[in-house]
């Protein structure tokens, strides 16, 4: 297990800066942002990676003289928007990191699965978070059979033709895989190759254990995301967990995220770590900073200084005390 870092934290920064400032910090890879609703390409030139016969073995040298490694590429966006000029740019935008990804030799492309529209003729997307109205049902069947299962059956087949067969979802508020249970529907209609991008953050304040979930998952946990969040339970406790407030609102909300550490501690932390171990996770666990109350170096130092120490590096040697 090694320690990293989400690129798109300085995105202002060329790649040489960012991986500088990463290594001071005894951060070992990234995951690169490669497009998506971010759009963020700051940190690589897809064009030049896809098209230059030198393309990939320039941009790879920038990590190995490093000693570093991508850990996954990044394209979040929404590619069954019901505006189809959004989910258009996201389609292509998977597409592209794809081929970066069997360019590059990287294994896992993060994404999120998307939201449709509740009918054929929506323009915004509609995510239902209960069964009634009855509608709601309806909604679900169109959004399940008609959209999001059939695109990602034809993304699927597309990674898999370029040699990619690890797509982990952030299972995030909002997008139709939000958790344990929706990520296995869209993987049982779709195949093994559709998996989790692990963000803790957004399980917690749903009221997750996130060690559990990760339990669950087992062999589908294909990427990592460490990100922490303060759940303020005075609130939840008259309001519920569902705060549609701008996070600016910090004061007034259900929860607020945090850089890791100063929403659970290292217990909290600890188990997450030894449930990844359980499962046979030996990838990356990737930082990704997003507080209001700390600037964004201050906040990753912070971090990988936090998880530094709790990361399990070793591999298991088994019961040898009995």
């Known amino acids: ?37 971010l759009e963020n390409v700051a940190h690589i030139d897809v064009d030049a990676v896809l098209n230059s016969p030198s ?56 994404a999120f699965s998307g939201t449709p529209g509740g009918s054929p003729g929506d323009s915004t ?14 909604i679900l069947e169109y959004q399940w059979d008609e959209v999001l299962t059939p695109y990602w059956q034809k993304a699927v087949s597309f990674a898999k033709d370029h040699g990619v067969n690890r797509i982990g979802l952030e299972m995030h508020p909002g997008f139709c895989v939000y958790n344990v249970d929706t990520l296995f529907k869209l993987r049982s209609r779709v195949g093994p190759e559709i998996g989790v991008n692990f963000d803790p953050s957004h399980l917690m304040w749903n009221g997750v254990d996130p060690a559990a979930a990760l339990n669950a998952l087992d062999d589908a946990v294909f990427s990592m995301h460490a990100k922490d969040v303060y759940v303020n339970s005075d609130f939840i406790r008259v309001n519920g967990v569902n705060d549609a407030k701008h996070y600016e609102h910090h004061r007034t909300r259900a929860w607020t995220f945090r850089t890791v550490g100063y929403g659970h ?13 359980a499962i046979g996770y030996d990838g990356m666990v990737n930082i990704e900073h997003e507080d209001l109350f700390m600037s964004r170096e201050e906040g990753l130092s912070k971090a990988a200084a936090f998880l530094k120490p709790l990361l399990i590096r070793d591999k298991p040697e088994g019961m040898w005390w009995a």
């Open 1 to 37: 297990m090694k320690l990293g870092a989400c690129s798109w934290l300085f995105a202002e920064k060329s790649i040489d800066e960012t991986l500088d400032l990463f290594g001071g910090m005894g951060i070992e890879g990234a995951e690169i942002f490669c497009g998506g609703k």
């Open 55 to 110: 393309g990939a073995a320039d941009y790879l040298a920038k990590f190995e003289r490093r000693g570093m490694r991508i850990s996954s590429l990044n394209c979040s966006g929404n590619a069954v928007h019901p505006d189809s000029a959004v989910a258009s740019l996201a389609k292509e935008s998977f597409e592209r990191a794809v081929l970066l990804a069997e360019r590059l030799g990287v294994e896992t492309i993060a």
């Open 125 to 138: 997307p509609n995510w239902v978070t209960c069964p009634w109205p009855d509608e709601n049902l309806g």
């Open 265 to 277: 501690g290292e217990e909290t932390w600890k188990r997450i770590i030894s449930a990844l171990v």
